[in-house]
């Protein structure tokens, strides 16, 4: 039998590449997925069998109809919002992913730019660079209260939330949670709403995973429920945060500040954002580490390998 063909729809590393090489016929084509299915030939298209993207990676049914042989779309780590789940079951498409892989990463940047949004690292960074810091001699920034005893609301409390929740209570802060479904298993203060988390909150750290549903659900009146000593971290997709809500809260001082890995449109965070002083940013690196990128790796080949071998793919997506 002729080895599988699978597409790399998305940039992925040089391990990872080379092991499926080992194993399949690997076709790539710069740019995106939809790209791919204009400017590949019609007799590549046909032979691919495989799919492997990014979560975020737009897989509409326009283009993946392109594909009449691909079964499975196996993604890179927890999220696939970017793809079409009604036109992949219509197509008879298994979609995968990781589930779980990278939460510890991304727990791990999440309670940092919490530490760092509530300590104001931002604005000290600011102090020292403009050479205002001469030891208790020299003007000092003014204290503002600590991260211990805060209540931190955690909205969504899938892998990567109850991790958050570890942390956070080993700086000694209080968790709540809202997500679509009370946990059992957990005792922390469940919300109804997230209005009435937020309310509760003096930060508030989004996890959940995104979709239509919820897109831009972090809007005006939850901004307005955090307060002004409150502080908004956002490590799940940008786009369940209403972006110009938050920067003219930021500026109005409807809240204290905010802490972004992930933003609306990637890689282009407003310049408005950038330009404040109380966001603490980084660049959607939450889930890349050593640990969870050979995580995500072995799940992807797992997942790819179960569906080849006809056994169940142990990480489906259930929509």
């Known amino acids: 039998m002729s080895r599988r063909t699978v597409l790399l729809a998305s940039p992925m590393s040089r391990p990872l590449t080379a092991e499926l090489a080992a194993r399949y016929q690997v076709v790539q084509q710069a740019g995106s997925f939809a790209d791919a299915a204009a400017n590949l030939p019609v007799e590549t298209r046909a032979r691919i069998d495989a799919i492997v993207a990014l979560g975020t990676e ?51 940047v999440a309670i940092a730019l919490v530490i760092e949004c509530v300590r104001d690292i ?81 930060v508030l750290v989004v996890a959940a995973r995104a979709d239509a549903t919820n897109r831009h659900i972090v809007d005006r009146n939850v901004l307005h429920a955090l307060g002004a000593g409150g502080f908004l971290v956002n490590i799940a997709r940008g786009s369940l945060v209403d972006e110009v809500a938050l920067i003219a809260a930021l500026r109005d001082g409807t809240i204290a500040g905010a802490g972004l890995d992930v933003y609306d449109d990637e ?52 929509a």
């Not at 503002?144 to 000694?172: F, Q, S, W």
């Not at 080949?301 to 006809?310: I, T």
Request: aromatic content about 6%.
């Open 58 to 108: 737009g897989i509409d049914a326009g283009a993946l109809s392109r594909f009449p042989s691909a079964r499975i779309i196996v993604c890179l780590g927890s999220g696939y919002d970017g793809i079409d789940l009604n036109a992949a079951a219509e197509k008879d498409v298994t979609v995968a992913h990781s589930p779980g892989a990278n939460a510890a990463s991304v727990a791990d």
């Open 122 to 202: 931002p604005r000290l960074r600011r102090h020292i660079h403009a050479g205002q810091w001469n030891g208790l001699r020299g003007t000092r920034p003014e204290g503002r209260p600590g991260v211990t005893g805060r209540n931190l609301g955690i909205y969504g409390l899938g892998a990567i939330g109850r991790k958050i929740a570890l942390r956070a209570l080993a700086c000694e802060m209080n968790v709540g949670y809202h997500g679509r479904r009370r946990r059992d298993e957990v005792t922390y203060p469940y919300f109804a709403s997230l209005r009435e988390l937020a309310d509760w909150s003096s």
């Open 267 to 318: 890689p282009n965070p407003p310049q408005a954002l950038l330009d404040l002083p109380n966001v603490a940013l980084t660049p959607h690196i939450g889930g890349v580490t050593v640990e969870s990128r050979a995580k995500m790796e072995a799940t992807v080949l797992a997942n790819l390998a179960a569906h080849f071998a006809g056994e169940p793919v142990p990480f489906r997506v259930r």
